[in-house]
């Protein structure tokens, strides 16, 4: 299923065959929470822009549209029209981050919708029965999430209460995809690493995880507001104990820079919303570094907003007239950046893969470690 090509230090080039189609490693899946990434873009265009993976979000889809739904629509795939993999979420984060009103329990977590305040309860089973029904190609297990940092004691006992939850899921999985109404038979299954910012704790849990062979494992719990230099420091930490011939997922990671070093230390996956989010409010990132196209100085500029760049709104539109649209609150303003900077992304992650394929990727990062995390001087 996943195949090491060749590696470069700990960075590594992989091949993961999947029910949906092959993926390049390393990967940046684009993030469509409500099956669609925010900003007018189709599946149509994700092609163009060189997506691998969409990632939607179980929580979400559950709640709305409704699992049951797109199940009977023929899966996710159908639902949006989409021929390639697509990773769901297990909807742990959001449970934790979203929910007002929780109480976690060992058979998992009672909460409240955010949007209508209906009471909903989630564990691993249920998780598991909702990703089998969108029929995503990689299911994440249902792991719960903590603040970071939190207590020692209590993300022990977390850490626990997740591998527990984990082997719920796998046993789960494994009965959902032999039943015959299931659409994907060969849905894959990602263990979560938790442990927040306590080395011994993120050793010894994935240790336990990995003894389970799992399809993946992820690195979950960082890019949530603790220092940088600590998520560097988790990644060294865990990346000796994550299995060698399994991929490697770093949840909700992150700037160009943080993939950068993170596919340096031995990462294959990664997802962010940051690119569309960034892009909605005029924020774009380049191979010169970081710019704010609604920036007084970009009011006449005809040049486009990245000119060594290929994507649908660098061909065809100019630095002036999208600043304008932003100014003017046109949709389309929105929708170029969007375009614009997810390109970025994918070309971001194909350039890296080009550097491990020619033996020049140490050179490559050094290069672009700190040009990328700096702003735009043109």
């Known amino acids: 299923m996943f195949k090491v090509l060749k590696k470069d230090g700990r960075a590594r080039r992989g091949v993961m065959e999947t029910v949906h189609g092959t993926i390049q490693t390393p990967v940046f899946m684009n993030v469509g929470t409500c099956a669609a990434i925010k900003g007018g873009i189709s599946t149509t265009d994700l092609k163009e822009l060189k997506c691998q993976v969409e990632l939607s979000n179980t929580y979400h889809l559950h709640i709305r549209p409704g699992d049951k739904l797109i199940h009977d629509l023929g899966g996710i795939h159908k639902f949006f029209n989409w021929d390639k993999p697509v990773l769901t979420d297990s909807g742990g984060f959001q449970v934790f981050s979203l929910a007002q009103l929780r109480k976690i329990k060992e058979e998992g977590v009672y909460f409240a919708s955010h949007i209508d305040g209906k009471r909903i309860f989630m564990g691993p089973e249920e998780s598991m029965q909702i990703q089998s029904n969108l029929a995503s190609t990689i299911a994440m297990a249902f792991d719960e999430c903590i603040e970071n940092p939190a207590p020692y004691e209590y993300t022990k006992q977390s850490c626990d209460r997740t591998v527990r939850w984990l082997v719920r899921c796998k046993n789960e999985m494994a009965r959902l995809n032999s039943l015959p109404e299931t ?105 010169h570094g970081k710019m704010n196209i609604m920036n007084e100085k970009y009011m006449r500029d005809s040049r486009p907003i990245d000119e060594g760049c290929s994507c649908p709104a660098c061909r065809d539109y100019s630095r002036a007239y999208i600043r304008h649209l932003l100014k003017a609150k046109e949709a389309l303003g929105m929708r170029l950046c969007v375009l614009h900077n997810l390109y970025f992304y994918n070309e971001l992650m194909e350039k890296i893969r080009e550097a491990m394929d020619g033996d020049y990727f140490e050179s490559f990062y050094q290069k672009y470690r700190s040009i990328l995390g700096e702003r735009n001087p043109d």
Request: hydrophobic share 40%.
């Open 183 to 287: 659409i994907n038979k060969n849905q894959l299954l990602f263990g979560i690493n938790q442990g927040s910012v306590y080395e011994d704790l993120r050793i010894e849990h994935m240790k336990q995880i990995a003894e389970l062979d799992l399809d993946g494992y992820a690195i979950g719990g960082l890019a949530v507001g603790e220092a940088t230099e600590d998520m560097y420091r988790i990644i060294d930490v865990v990346e000796p104990y994550m299995p060698e011939d399994k991929p490697r997922y770093l949840m909700g990671v992150g700037t160009p820079c943080n993939i950068l070093e993170a596919v340096h230390r031995g990462v294959d996956f990664f997802d962010c919303v940051m690119p569309s989010r960034n892009a909605r409010h005029g924020n774009l990132f380049t191979w």
